[in-house]
């Protein structure tokens, strides 16, 4: 489903990816792992044509995301680390623009946005404000409209990030169901190795740009001879923190932050 | 076109939502109107040039249009790392009816918001020659509308991040607005003043609001139109480029 080749992407000096291959394939749920600035974003942003590569290439269902972008654009949603609903909108709407935007014929686009909204139990509510949501059910409700074009790929970018567990739990048996019965190929990166560990199929490691590791949970485990994802974690990625100098991305989303509260 | 139709629709639903930012938004120019207004009348009227509050009106109409269309503007930088703009450009659409759809939305809001502190204008005492000439005067305000909505979303689309917004808002923004005369008459200025307010788009939307309206005018009403025509069409297509050029 999807194809990655000796991807690069570099900005100025740093280089954000390095030279990383790896396949999805399809139907499948399949985890990003690794610490902060590993690469996760960035190889993201390139699939789902907001950032053009240095070099290498990338396929998503047999397209090249920048040649055709258009088409692959039809064939994935995307939940964005931080968040991107319009919150003086109701879930309703934010459901209802998307559709339109996707090209969603309006029968269509009613019936998939009322089941996927029952789906993720945001029908009671769609017509209130998204500004009135909780951190979870925005972004349930980021999922539903991802899916409201029925794509075949499904990128989540840190999806819990902020969650409590049980918004957590919740979210996972949804997108566990979808990718069962329909056959979603889900892509996700996470900090959360119990999640990782109980959700993917397949696990990539990723570290300074580079793929360190990639297998299932328990073929990771028997490689580093460990207990845990976790350990197994530390043991391919060290234990050193990284400390990510601050973009301005972070600067804005601390003054997100202080404006939600 | 249903998807600018669409985005343009969420520009404006958006807007008529939030009543508390319609109410705080019409402070500054009631402030300028009322106090300068009110305050420099007595002096305007001893150098003979008649009513100082007919002749700042559509100067504080100008100022309306130019803030609120410049901050929808500006806003796509917040939009496009916290907001519904990520969204819309990883959507299967050309990037070039997304920055319409938005710019003509925000131009939008511009209008009805100009057309508000008319509203007050009249209720201050502010009389235009006739009822008949508002259909032009809008025609006018639609072209200052578009040409700093646009020039907003230059900015938007360069801007890397929160920082530069205060110097965008002191070096540009306040400069347009007291350049523009909408606080003073054109004639006999010194040179370089002359010279800087003939460089401000402004300058020409104030002059084709105030020859519509009351009846003066210092370039002529066919050149106010065509300078504007001229400078929207340059900043919408300077608009596209940038627009089209956004990485997140």
Same mark, same amino acid.
């Given at each position: 489903?999807?194809?990655?080749?000796?991807?690069?992407?570099?900005?100025?000096?740093?280089?954000?990816?390095?030279?990383?291959?790896?396949?999805?394939?399809?139907?499948?749920?399949?985890?990003?792992? +690794?610490?902060?600035?590993?690469? #996760?974003?960035?190889?993201?942003?390139?699939? &789902?044509?907001? !950032?053009? /590569?240095? $070099?290498?290439?990338?396929?998503?269902?047999?397209?090249?995301?920048?040649?055709?972008?258009?088409?692959?654009?039809?064939?994935?949603?995307?939940?964005?680390?931080?968040?991107?609903?319009?919150?003086?909108?109701?879930?309703?709407?934010?459901?209802?623009?998307?559709?339109?935007?996707?090209?969603?014929?309006?029968?269509?686009?009613?019936?998939?946005?009322?089941?996927?909204?029952?789906?993720?139990?945001?029908?009671?509510?769609?017509?209130?404000?998204?500004?009135?949501?909780?951190?979870?059910?925005?972004?349930?409700?980021?999922?539903?409209? +991802?899916?409201?074009?029925?794509? #075949?790929?499904?990128?989540?970018?840190?999806? &819990?990030?902020? !969650?409590? /567990?049980? $918004?957590?739990?919740?979210?996972?048996?949804?997108?566990?169901?979808?990718?069962?019965?329909?056959?979603?190929?889900?892509?996700?990166?996470?900090?959360?190795?119990?999640?990782?560990?109980?959700?993917?199929?397949?696990?990539?490691?990723?570290?300074?740009?580079?793929?360190?590791?990639?297998?299932?949970?328990?073929?990771?485990?028997?490689?580093?001879?460990?207990?845990?994802?976790?350990?197994?974690?530390?043991?391919?990625?060290?234990?050193?923190?990284?400390?990510?100098?601050?973009?301005?991305?972070?600067?804005?989303?601390?003054?997100?932050?202080?404006?939600?509260? | 076109?249903?998807?600018?139709?669409?985005?343009?629709?969420?520009?404006?639903?958006?807007?008529?939502?939030?009543?508390?930012?319609?109410?705080?938004?019409?402070?500054?120019?009631?402030?300028?109107?009322?106090?300068?207004?009110?305050?420099?009348?007595?002096?305007?009227?001893?150098?003979?040039?008649?009513?100082?509050?007919?002749?700042?009106?559509?100067?504080?109409?100008?100022?309306?249009?130019?803030?609120?269309?410049?901050?929808?503007?500006?806003?796509?930088?917040?939009?496009?790392?916290?907001?519904?703009?990520?969204?819309?450009?990883?959507?299967?659409?050309?990037?070039?009816?997304?920055?319409?759809?938005?710019?003509?939305?925000?131009?939008?809001?511009?209008?009805?918001?100009?057309?508000?502190?008319?509203?007050?204008?009249?209720?201050?005492?502010?009389?235009?020659?006739?009822?008949?000439?508002?259909?032009?005067?809008?025609?006018?305000?639609?072209?200052?509308?578009?040409?700093?909505?646009?020039?907003?979303?230059?900015?938007?689309?360069?801007?890397?991040?929160?920082?530069?917004?205060?110097?965008?808002?002191?070096?540009?923004?306040?400069?347009?607005?007291?350049?523009?005369?909408?606080?003073?008459?054109?004639?006999?200025?010194?040179?370089?003043?002359?010279?800087?307010?003939?460089?401000?788009?402004?300058?020409?939307?104030?002059?084709?609001?105030?020859?519509?309206?009351?009846?003066?005018?210092?370039?002529?009403?066919?050149?106010?139109?065509?300078?504007?025509?001229?400078?929207?069409?340059?900043?919408?297509?300077?608009?596209?480029?940038?627009?089209?050029?956004?990485?997140?």
């Amino acid at each position: 489903m999807i194809r990655v080749t000796n991807l690069v992407k570099r900005f100025g000096e740093l280089t954000a990816v390095d030279n990383i291959s790896f396949e999805v394939h399809r139907g499948e749920i399949f985890a990003f792992l +690794g610490p902060n600035g590993a690469g #996760k974003t960035t190889t993201i942003k390139m699939l &789902t044509t907001l !950032l053009k /590569p240095t $070099s290498g290439s990338l396929e998503l269902d047999g397209l090249d995301p920048t040649v055709n972008r258009d088409e692959v654009r039809k064939r994935f949603g995307v939940v964005f680390q931080d968040p991107s609903l319009d919150q003086d909108l109701t879930a309703w709407e934010n459901m209802e623009i998307h559709g339109v935007l996707y090209g969603v014929p309006r029968k269509e686009r009613r019936e998939r946005a009322t089941s996927l909204l029952q789906l993720f139990e945001l029908w009671e509510r769609r017509d209130a404000l998204v500004k009135t949501f909780s951190g979870g059910m925005r972004r349930r409700l980021e999922i539903a409209r +991802g899916l409201l074009h029925t794509p #075949k790929v499904l990128f989540l970018d840190e999806p &819990t990030l902020g !969650l409590d /567990p049980q $918004s957590r739990n919740q979210m996972w048996t949804h997108v566990k169901s979808l990718n069962e019965t329909d056959q979603v190929t889900v892509f996700l990166t996470t900090h959360y190795m119990d999640e990782a560990d109980r959700v993917a199929q397949r696990i990539a490691i990723i570290d300074h740009g580079r793929v360190v590791a990639i297998g299932s949970s328990a073929e990771l485990k028997e490689r580093t001879s460990t207990q845990s994802l976790e350990d197994a974690f530390l043991a391919l990625t060290g234990t050193t923190i990284r400390d990510e100098s601050a973009s301005s991305a972070d600067s804005m989303r601390q003054i997100a932050r202080m404006w939600r509260r | 076109m249903t998807v600018i139709y669409i985005l343009w629709l969420r520009e404006v639903k958006k807007y008529l939502r939030s009543r508390t930012q319609i109410i705080a938004s019409l402070g500054s120019p009631i402030m300028y109107l009322g106090v300068l207004g009110f305050g420099l009348g007595p002096i305007f009227r001893k150098a003979g040039e008649g009513s100082y509050l007919q002749f700042m009106a559509p100067g504080v109409i100008g100022m309306t249009i130019l803030f609120t269309s410049m901050f929808s503007g500006i806003a796509l930088l917040w939009d496009r790392q916290f907001g519904f703009l990520k969204e819309t450009l990883v959507a299967p659409v050309p990037r070039l009816w997304i920055m319409i759809g938005r710019t003509l939305g925000g131009a939008t809001v511009a209008i009805i918001q100009a057309l508000l502190i008319f509203v007050c204008c009249f209720i201050a005492g502010f009389r235009p020659v006739s009822f008949v000439v508002l259909p032009l005067a809008l025609l006018f305000m639609a072209l200052i509308a578009i040409v700093f909505a646009a020039l907003g979303t230059v900015i938007g689309s360069s801007l890397k991040d929160m920082q530069g917004f205060q110097l965008v808002m002191n070096f540009l923004v306040m400069p347009i607005f007291f350049l523009s005369g909408a606080l003073y008459p054109l004639t006999n200025l010194p040179k370089v003043l002359a010279l800087l307010t003939r460089l401000d788009p402004l300058t020409y939307g104030v002059d084709g609001v105030r020859s519509v309206l009351i009846g003066v005018t210092h370039f002529g009403i066919t050149a106010d139109a065509v300078v504007l025509a001229g400078v929207a069409i340059l900043l919408l297509s300077a608009g596209a480029w940038r627009f089209s050029k956004i990485e997140i």
